[in-house]
Nanobody
């Protein structure tokens, strides 16, 4: 059983940066692929990126967001730069066994952290 806890969300102006953290406990975290998803108010949850062997990102964040991980700290990071108001959402990390963009491929989820980008 892997428990994931996100942190690092907050309010930032457009053009700014934030780094989200996803800390894991339980299980063998290094064996899992971690994905990031987001859900804006009134919208469906959408894929942001995943850190499989070849990291993959949604087109909307490519070149602005970067996923990294520190297995010694059981933590995965989502570095977000050049933030836009449309990046405003609740951000979730998830752990699974596939480098997938589909939420159903991830069995463990964090509770989410809110990111608000003001214009």
């Amino acid at each position: 059983q892997v428990v994931l806890v996100e942190s690092g969300g907050g309010l930032v102006q457009a053009g700014g940066s934030l780094r989200l953290s996803c800390a894991a406990s339980g299980g063998t975290f290094s064996a899992y692929i971690v994905g990031w998803f987001r859900q804006a108010p009134g919208k469906e949850r959408e894929f942001v990126g995943a850190n499989g062997g070849v990291p993959r990102y949604a087109d909307s964040v490519k070149g602005r967001f970067t996923i990294s991980r520190d297995n010694a700290k059981n933590t995965v990071y989502l570095q977000m730069t050049s933030l836009k108001p449309e990046d405003t959402a609740d951000y979730y990390c998830a752990a699974g066994n596939k480098n997938s963009r589909y939420s159903y491929d991830y069995g463990y989820w964090g509770q989410g952290t809110q990111v608000t980008v003001s214009s």
